[in-house]
Structure formats: structure tokens, C-alpha cells
């Protein structure tokens, strides 16, 4: 085992407390992709199953860069407690701001759709069904001086 001295000591909790602020961070990013995304309950899971997994590499290459490896109660704590300032003093004003970033992109692109592909749209089913009324025409006369030829 590695000696560890008061200051670094010290110096470790801060970092984690740094560290459990990032985390945090990245859960957020992860919100904004579910909020973005719109995705049902299972997608939900599998997306905070992939925060998780990330989460934990991260906190495993912290712990061996910061401290040999060793896993210390304070550290934990450290990350927990940066996680519930971020949680609590911060994280609400940014979920908050992002939720309405969120919808403000999604409101443009709403317009946009409105703008852009409603025209077009429009303008193919419109031709195609000009298309398919030409075609039956083209069809219905052909059988039916088909038919008058015959009697």
C-alpha cells in the first residue's frame, strides 16, 4: 500500500467532490438525449445502463490515475457529495434551461417541417395523384372501347 499524506488526502477529496460534479454533468447530457429523443421506457433503461457502465470506467480510470487503484470511503463520499451539489444547486437550473433549449429546438424544427417538407410532401402526393388518376383513365378507356368493339 501507498502511504498517502493529510494534503493529498486533501487534495483527492477535492478532486472527487470535481469529479462527482462531471459525472453529474454527463448525466445531464444524457437527459437532454433522452428529452431529444423522445424514446419510450426500455430505451430509457438501456440508456441509463450505458450511463452507468460509462460511469463506472470513468470512476475506475480516476481511481487508478488519483490513487493506485485504491477505492477509499472518502473518495466515494467526495463523489457523492460533488454529485448532490450539482444535483441541488446547480442541475435544476440547467435541467431547466435545457428542458426549455430543448423545446425551443424542437419548436424550429416544427417550423421548419411546416415550411419545407409539408410543401413537398404535398407536392409528390398531389403529382402522384394525378399519376394514378391519368393511369386509371388511360385503363378505363381501354376497356372500355375494348368492350365496345366487342358487341
Known sequence: MVEI???????????????GVALSIIYDFFCVLKLMIKCNNI?????DIIYFVFIS?????????????????????????????YHYFIGRLN?????RIVCFINHVFLKLRMKIAYPI?????N??????KKIATIKFKKIFCANKNMY
Open 5 to 19: 499524506t493529510l494534503l493529498s488526502q486533501i487534495w483527492l477529496f477535492i478532486s472527487s467532490v470535481i469529479f
Open 43 to 47: 430505451l430509457k433503461t438501456i440508456c
Open 57 to 85: 470506467i470513468l470512476t475506475f480510470i480516476f481511481l487508478l490515475i488519483f490513487n493506485f487503484g485504491e477505492v477509499r470511503i472518502f473518495i466515494l463520499i467526495g463523489m457523492l457529495v460533488g454529485w448532490w451539489i
Open 95 to 99: 435541467v431547466s434551461i435545457i428542458n
Open 121 to 125: 410532401v404535398n407536392t409528390i402526393k
Open 127 to 132: 403529382l402522384a395523384r394525378a399519376i394514378i
